[in-house]
C-alpha cells in the first residue's frame, strides 16, 4: 500500500451567538482571518495537495475560499459536521436539562449529550451516533488507498470522531477530544504499509505569533 498523509483542518471560527445549524453556517470576521492566515501559512511552506476535500456547509467552503489554494476543491458532504443544536435539543427535550450558556456548561453537556447519543437515545433528531462515524471513516479509507497527500476542511466533530476512532475511544472520549479543538487548526495522520499514525494534534503555527494569539479560538 503507497504511504500516504491525511491533513484535517477546522473551520475558521463560525457565528458563535446563533442557536440553531443554519444561523451558525458562516465564518465570523475572525474566521475569515483565521482562513486567510492559514493559506499565507500553507503557501509558505511550499504545501501541494493530491487533493482538497471541502463539506458542502457555508463555513467549510467559505473557509476553504479563504485558504486562496490553487488545487482545485471537491465538494462531498460525508465531511459535514453533526448537528449539535438538533442533538441538544432533543436531548434537552428528553432530561429537561438546560442548553449550555458558557464553554463551561458546554464542557460538562458534551460528554453527557453524546452518551445518550452513542446509546441510540437522540436517534429520531439526527443520524445515529454510528453513522456519523462511518461516514467519514470511509473517506478516510478512501484516502489511504489512494496514497498522497489529502487536505479535508471540515469540523471539530468529524476531526474529533476521526480521532476518537483511531484511538479506540468511546463517545465521552470523543467529546473530551473535540472541545478543544481550536478554529482553523491542523491535524495529521500519516499512513505507511498500512499502519496509520495520528502525526499532530490541533496544530496552529499562523496563530502563534503574539499579535495573533487572540484568534486562537475553539467556539
Not at 188 to 197: K, L, M, P, V, Y
Request: aromatic share 8%; net charge negative.
Amino acid at each position: 500500500m503507497s504511504q500516504s498523509e491525511i491533513i484535517l483542518i477546522r473551520h475558521g471560527q463560525a457565528n458563535t451567538g446563533a442557536q440553531d445549524e443554519e444561523s451558525y453556517d458562516k465564518l465570523s470576521a475572525t474566521g475569515h482571518q483565521q482562513s486567510a492566515w492559514l493559506g499565507d501559512y500553507l503557501r509558505a511552506q511550499d504545501t501541494a495537495f493530491d487533493r482538497v476535500i471541502c463539506g458542502d456547509l457555508r463555513r467549510h467552503q467559505e473557509t476553504a475560499a479563504g485558504l486562496a489554494l490553487s488545487q482545485s476543491i471537491a465538494i462531498d458532504p460525508r465531511v459535514n459536521e453533526l448537528r449539535y443544536f438538533d442533538l441538544a435539543r432533543e436531548y434537552q427535550a428528553q432530561t429537561r436539562k438546560p442548553l449550555p450558556s458558557s464553554a463551561e456548561e458546554f464542557a460538562q453537556h458534551a460528554p453527557q449529550l453524546f452518551t445518550a447519543w452513542h446509546a441510540g437515545r437522540l436517534d429520531s433528531a439526527h443520524e445515529s451516533y454510528r453513522s456519523f462515524a462511518d461516514r467519514f471513516g470511509q473517506v478516510m479509507s478512501e484516502l489511504t488507498e489512494l496514497g498522497g497527500r489529502s487536505l479535508v476542511i471540515t469540523s471539530g466533530g468529524v476531526i474529533g470522531m476521526a480521532i476518537a476512532q483511531h484511538l479506540s475511544l468511546g463517545p465521552e472520549g470523543f467529546a473530551q477530544v473535540m472541545l478543544p479543538i481550536h478554529n482553523s487548526s491542523i491535524h495529521r495522520f500519516s499512513i505507511a504499509q498500512g499502519a496509520t499514525q495520528m502525526a499532530s494534534y490541533n496544530g496552529t503555527p499562523h496563530l502563534d505569533a503574539a499579535d495573533r494569539r487572540h484568534a486562537r479560538t475553539v467556539i
